[in-house]
């Protein structure tokens, strides 16, 4: 019942199309007895009466009158049906919309350690055919149950306004068709649950397979791609055709029953008909309005099957539509502020998955200081800088920006005031303007080149066969990592953020373009402290302060110089970088 409350919910605005929908579907249903109604004074009037001949002869025009009576009330129910399916239609249409954008919007809301727990093509399957089904469920489930009922109510009372006896002999039928029904929902339920696992990994695997195509061909491993889609198809194909098997093993017997209303129907009202019981005409009528009980009970184990569907695809998106992050996106800043840029650490311990990732980490960054960190892969230094922009929260301590705990201040004035460049970078299907002005749309085109050029991407983005209006392509295909890279830095530095976190954003470029990217940082017009993480020497060295993460701890901290002279970790990395000056690095090292 829960799961027809949020439908009821969703339907917020077309809430009163649906309900005439409703009356209209009972009002349509219940007008299924008039022809038989027709048919059956037809029948006693003008064809098997005792008085037939006379009432032909006399009462024609009581007999065009029902037959006109019959077409009309014919050509009303197949108007009246036609309308409703249009209400039905728009109504879940309507509704299939709203949620989309619902969903869509959840989605965007929600923070890291959702994406982290949740995959990208079980997203996808919730936002398109989890989604769709719901609405067919609307449209199609909901109105089915409705007709079949009042058809079915419709049927029995006209039957027992005829004959009731008659009526309880067909109705024995009943209670067999629902017991079976009852067993095959039982049944089938869990296997929906689980095709709809199976089809949230096929579609997993193929979206990751098509975003990591380059991976795949550039290791020839097309082969073993092919074979790991061909599985979960296998898996899915599997599921499905077992679902299907089971509806297979309870349609002969839904089926059988379902026929068995025509064989009572022959036998006792044959009967009944030769007792003189019940005249010809209502035998006709009988017949006639058979199909009011046996469709229903015939497609009640289609409807089971879909709503089964329905109920697993429905608790998939409301898993979406009540998540609420753990860190939350209010949207409450009117008037956002500039901050100065300072940063500190306090005592910050974080856990991922509870597994400690940093311990007890503490520094502090001036406003317009170069902060560099450098450290092993998996010392945790991305997790570091994640902290600041509150991807993810500590588990102790806290992350102040100018003076303020991170988790007190609103998250759109906190990231509107910091720009990140990534290693790993992604670019959207647009236009390399459109990439560069991302956090600000409205930016002329003078100063998009200007911080191009910035970042040494103004000359390679003017050979291009469209300069600044060249598509990327779909995550920047088409460019080489140090050109994404270049364009990423861009757009982290458009928006002339206080804040400006570089993750690694130089190692796919040229030690010249390196240069290049360190003295426009040195040279910013707009007061910006930053935190750079790299790995290269040549990057560090500039920097105010360089901090040396080991798992998760800070076990130096000092400038270019004062590493050097402690000859640790960064002396080794420097020395190794620089092999066959250890002489000059040792005479840099004591200045």
Request: glycine share 8%; charged share 20%.
């Amino acid at each position: 019942m829960f799961q027809l409350k949020w439908l009821w919910q969703n339907l917020k605005g077309d809430r009163t199309r649906y309900i005439l929908a409703l009356c209209l579907s009972v009002v349509g249903s219940s007008l299924t007895i008039i022809n038989p109604y027709i048919g059956q004074r037809i029948v006693d009037q003008f064809i098997a009466g005792s008085d037939a001949v006379y009432n032909l002869a006399h009462k024609r025009g009581l007999l065009v009158g029902l037959g006109l009576g019959m077409i009309g009330f014919s050509l009303l129910r197949t108007g009246l049906s036609y309308f409703t399916t249009l209400q039905y239609e728009r109504s879940s249409q309507n509704m299939l919309f709203r949620v989309r954008i619902n969903l869509y919007n959840k989605i965007q809301g929600q923070d890291m350690k959702y994406y982290d727990r949740n995959r990208t093509g079980d997203l996808m399957t919730r936002m398109t055919g989890d989604i769709d089904m719901v609405r067919h469920s609307l449209a199609w489930i909901i109105k089915t149950i409705i007709e079949s009922f009042v058809v079915f109510a419709a049927a029995v009372v006209y039957f027992f306004f005829i004959d009731a006896e008659l009526t309880l002999w067909l109705l024995l039928l009943s209670p067999p068709i629902f017991i079976v029904a009852f067993i095959f929902a039982r049944r089938v339920r869990p296997m929906y649950v689980e095709l709809r696992e199976r089809l949230s990994q096929l579609n997993t695997v193929t979206q990751e397979n098509i975003a990591g195509n380059r991976v795949v061909k550039a290791f020839a491993r097309e082969p073993y791609e092919i074979e790991k889609f061909h599985e979960k198809n296998v898996h899915y194909s599997q599921a499905n055709k077992a679902a299907a098997m089971v509806w297979l093993d309870y349609f002969p017997y839904l089926e059988i029953l379902s026929q068995g209303f025509n064989v009572v129907l022959m036998l006792v009202g044959g009967l009944f008909v030769m007792n003189g019981r019940i005249t010809f005409g209502e035998f006709a009528a009988f017949s006639a309005l058979i199909w009011g009980l046996s469709n229903p009970m015939r497609s009640i184990g289609i409807i089971i099957n879909d709503i089964q569907r329905f109920f697993a695809s429905v608790s998939k998106i409301m898993d979406v539509y009540y998540s609420q992050p753990e860190i939350a996106n209010h949207h409450n800043v009117e008037v956002k502020r500039r901050y100065q840029g300072s940063i500190q650490f306090e005592h910050v311990t974080f856990k991922y998955d509870n597994v400690t990732v940093l311990h007890d980490i503490n520094f502090t960054v001036a406003p317009g200081e170069t902060v560099a960190i450098m450290g092993a892969t998996g010392s945790g230094k991305t997790s570091l800088i994640n902290l600041i922009p509150r991807f993810y929260d500590v588990a102790k301590g806290r992350v102040l920006v100018d003076g303020t705990d991170v988790r007190k201040l609103e998250l759109d004035e906190l990231r509107g005031n910091i720009g990140v460049a990534t290693q790993d970078v992604l670019l959207f299907s647009d236009t390399i303007d459109g990439n560069i002005a991302y956090g600000n749309p409205d930016m002329p085109e003078a100063e998009v080149e200007k911080f191009a050029a910035l970042a040494a991407a103004h000359d390679f983005i003017g050979k291009m066969p469209e300069g600044y209006n060249t598509i990327v392509g779909e995550r920047g295909v088409g460019l080489s990592g140090g050109q994404k890279q270049r364009i990423a830095l861009a757009r982290a530095m458009a928006v002339q953020p206080p804040i400006l976190i570089l993750d690694d954003t130089t190692s796919a470029v040229d030690l010249e373009t390196e240069e290049h990217i360190q003295k426009s940082l040195r040279e910013l017009d707009f007061p910006c402290t930053k935190i750079i993480i790299a790995q290269r020497v040549s990057t560090t060295a500039e920097a105010d302060r360089i901090l040396i993460l080991d798992n998760g701890r800070i076990i130096e901290e000092g400038t270019h110089a004062e590493l050097l002279a402690k000859r640790g970790y960064y002396y080794d990395v420097f020395m190794l970088q620089n092999e066959g000056i250890g002489r000059e690095a040792s005479a840099y090292g004591q200045k």
